[in-house]
C-alpha cells in the first residue's frame, strides 16, 4: 500500500541564543490511506514541531527544516510554492490544535470562520457556505447551529470550541487530519466525546489522522499504529496491539508504566527529563534515564534497528528486551 503521508529524514532546528536546537533529528514515518498513527512521546520530544514541519507552519527565523522531504499523495511538500501549500492546508490537509482559543479568531463569529474556510477552498456564493456550515456543525455534534453560528468563541465552552476547531479542520473534506493533542485542554467527559467524534469521523469519512498525544490508554483504543519520539528521533513504532503488549525500547516500557490507570490514580512518571536538544552527547539520548542501560549504550549512538519494514527499535539490546 503506497503510504499517503511518507516523512523521510526530516530535520528541523531552531537556532536560539544558547545554541541550535535539533527539534527533530532525522524523522521518517508514513501513514497509509484511512490509517489512524498515533505519535507519542513526553513534552519537548518533537512531536507537534514534526507535524508543523508536515504542514509548512515553522517559524523561520527562528526556525528552519534543513533536510528531508514530506511526501503527500505525490507531493514533496517541501518543495511546493507556499500558493500550493496553502491548497493543501486546510484542503486535503485539515489540522487540530490544543488550543482552539489560540487558533479561533476571537473577533469573528464562528460561523465567518467556517465559510472563510469553505470560501478559500471552494467555489461557493455565501448562501451555499451558510448552509455547509451549518451542516459541518450538525456533523461535529453541536446542536442549534443556526444560532452557534452567530456566537463568538468566547460564548463557547472548550469542548465546543474544540467540536469548532475540527469543523473547520474537516469543512474541506481532507484526507488526513493532523490532530496534536486535541484534548488536552479538555476535562475527562469531554475528552472522551471528542475522541468518539474523531474516531466516528474516521470510520465515517475514511479519513486517515495522525493523533499527537501523551495519553497512551487513549492511543492503545484509536491507532492502527504508534511512532514513539524522543529527543527528536523515532525511538520505536509499530502496530499499536504489538507495541503496547510487547514494547522494543526502554522509553516505551517507561511510557507505558507511567500512563494514567483506568481508576484514576496517576503512578511515578519516568525520572530525570528529555535532554537539552543542542549539545547532544554522544550515546543513546536516553541512556541517561535507562533503567537497562549497558555501558556501551553511553558510548554508541543506537541506530534504528528494523524488524520488518513496519517495526522498528532505536534500541542497542532491543534482542535482550525482547
Ligand atoms: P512536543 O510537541 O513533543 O512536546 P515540540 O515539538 O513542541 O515538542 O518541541 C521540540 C523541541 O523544539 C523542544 O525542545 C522545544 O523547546 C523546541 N522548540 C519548539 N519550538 C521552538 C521555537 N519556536 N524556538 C525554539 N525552540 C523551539
Ligand atoms: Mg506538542
Avoid at 476571537?106 to 471552494?122: A, D, F, K, N, S
Avoid at 455534534?141 to 456566537?151: C, H, N, P, S
Amino acid at each position: 500500500m503506497e503510504p499517503l503521508l511518507a516523512i523521510r529524514d526530516l530535520h528541523t532546528e531552531f537556532r536560539t541564543g544558547t545554541g541550535i536546537v535539533r527539534a527533530v533529528d532525522g524523522v521518517s514515518w508514513d501513514v497509509g490511506p484511512g490509517e489512524t498513527v498515533a505519535i507519542v512521546g513526553e513534552s519537548g520530544s518533537g512531536k507537534s514541531v514534526t507535524a508543523l514541519s508536515v504542514l509548512r507552519l515553522i517559524a523561520a527565523p527562528p526556525g528552519r527544516i534543513t533536510s528531508g522531504q514530506i511526501w503527500f499523495d505525490g507531493l514533496d511538500l517541501l518543495q511546493l510554492p507556499p500558493e500550493a501549500m496553502r491548497t493543501v492546508r486546510g484542503g486535503a490537509i485539515g489540522m487540530v490544535f490544543q488550543e482552539p482559543m489560540t487558533s479561533l479568531n476571537p473577533v469573528l463569529t464562528i460561523g465567518r470562520q467556517i465559510t472563510e474556510t469553505l470560501e478559500q477552498h471552494r467555489d461557493l456564493d455565501r448562501g451555499a457556505a451558510y448552509k455547509r456550515a451549518v451542516e459541518l456543525l450538525v456533523m461535529v455534534g453541536i446542536a442549534d447551529a443556526a444560532r452557534r453560528l452567530k456566537q463568538y468563541p468566547h460564548q463557547l465552552s472548550g469542548g465546543m470550541r474544540q467540536r469548532v476547531m475540527i469543523a473547520i479542520a474537516i469543512a474541506n473534506d481532507p484526507v488526513l487530519l493532523i490532530a496534536d493533542e486535541p484534548t488536552t485542554a479538555l476535562d475527562a467527559t469531554v475528552q472522551a466525546q471528542i475522541l468518539e467524534l474523531l474516531a466516528e469521523l474516521r470510520k465515517e469519512r475514511r479519513i486517515a489522522l495522525v493523533f499527537i498525544t501523551h495519553n497512551l490508554p487513549v492511543v492503545a483504543e484509536i491507532a492502527d499504529r504508534v511512532t514513539v519520539m524522543y529527543a527528536g528521533e523515532v525511538v520505536e513504532d509499530g502496530p499499536a496491539a504489538e507495541v503496547f503488549a510487547a514494547p522494543l525500547h526502554p522509553y516505551t516500557a517507561a511510557l507505558l508504566a507511567s500512563a494514567p490507570r483506568d481508576d484514576g490514580t496517576s503512578p511515578v512518571g519516568i525520572p530525570g527529563m528529555v535532554p537539552m536538544l543542542h549539545n547532544r552527547p554522544p550515546g543513546c539520548s536516553f541512556a541517561p534515564r535507562c533503567s537497562r542501560r549497558a555501558p556501551s549504550c553511553e558510548v554508541a549512538t543506537p541506530p534504528l534497528n528494523t524488524l520488518r519494514p513496519d517495526r522498528h527499535t532505536r534500541c542497542l539490546r532491543w534482542r535482550e528486551l525482547a
